[in-house]
């Protein structure tokens, strides 16, 4: 193979991910067998193998069993909005983005106190095993899973005060800069990052997904005068959803 050259499989992979994308192959059509791949292209069982399994973990084909595999219909994908903070707004952003949207959104949560982990840790800028409120969340669109989320708040911030429990009390339900402001936090700052990594199993089976995809991760944590009075962890999938980011010019 000279340098630059693809090795076998990927030109087999290249070639059938082609007349998928060009509708040659449409949704729910059975991809060509092992052997007449191997026909086809006049490449080994191994290369036919490996090309089948790179469509596989693209998210383009699926195997049903006692059947073969098919070309999967592939979603026309959706955006979340990230608008940052608006002041008024009272809600938390997924919530001012569904209002404005107009779409059926819904969640679920469940909060409990735990240990910082390390990396949550230095996130919050504390020391490893101190008191953190996690919160988990489950976010729907008309009723499909769309996003999930973990946050973290150091109870040293909010313990024995109204909103230590991000979606109880008076302010339930509030987004970060309310309720730390009905505490005397005054939020100032958020930094996001977004990166991309396969969906750890637990994550595709709560967003029905299929195993191997990517999805998105966006760490986002607030700070009040430098200090980090929350962080998360936001997961999108990458197949089903872009993150669009609204940034106004100052």
């Not at 060509?32 to 469509?55: C, F, H, M, N």
């Not at 199993?201 to 966006?218: D, N």
């Amino acid at each position: 193979m000279t340098f630059g050259e693809q090795p076998a499989y990927l030109r087999v992979a290249s070639d059938l991910r082609q007349k998928i994308v060009s509708g040659s192959l449409p949704p729910h059509t059975r991809l060509p067998s092992q052997a007449r791949i191997r026909e086809e292209y006049g490449v080994s069982d191994t290369v036919a193998l490996e090309a089948r399994k790179v469509l596989m973990a693209e998210g383009l084909v699926e195997g049903r069993s006692g059947s073969g595999t098919y070309v999967r219909e592939q979603p026309v994908p959706r955006r979340v909005a990230r608008t940052g903070y608006r002041a008024g707004g009272g809600s938390t952003p997924f919530r001012q983005e569904q209002a404005d949207g107009g779409v059926r959104g819904t969640w679920e949560s469940s909060s409990e106190q735990a240990e910082a982990s390390r990396e949550v840790a230095a996130r919050l800028g504390i020391a490893p095993g101190e008191r953190v409120m996690c919160t988990r969340y489950v976010f729907r669109d008309a009723g499909e899973p769309m996003m999930l989320s973990t946050s973290w708040e150091p109870l040293a911030v909010t313990g024995r005060t109204p909103v230590m429990l991000p979606e109880e009390g008076p302010l339930g339900g509030c987004g970060v800069v309310e309720r730390m402001a009905a505490i005397d936090v005054v939020v100032d700052n958020v930094v996001e990052e977004v990166g991309a990594r396969p969906g750890l199993a637990e994550e595709i089976m709560a967003l029905g997904g299929v195993p191997g995809h990517v999805v998105l991760v966006i760490e986002r944590t607030y700070y009040a005068s430098g200090r980090a009075v929350e962080t998360a962890d936001v997961v999108v999938p990458a197949d089903r959803y872009r993150i669009a980011y609204h940034l106004p010019v100052r």
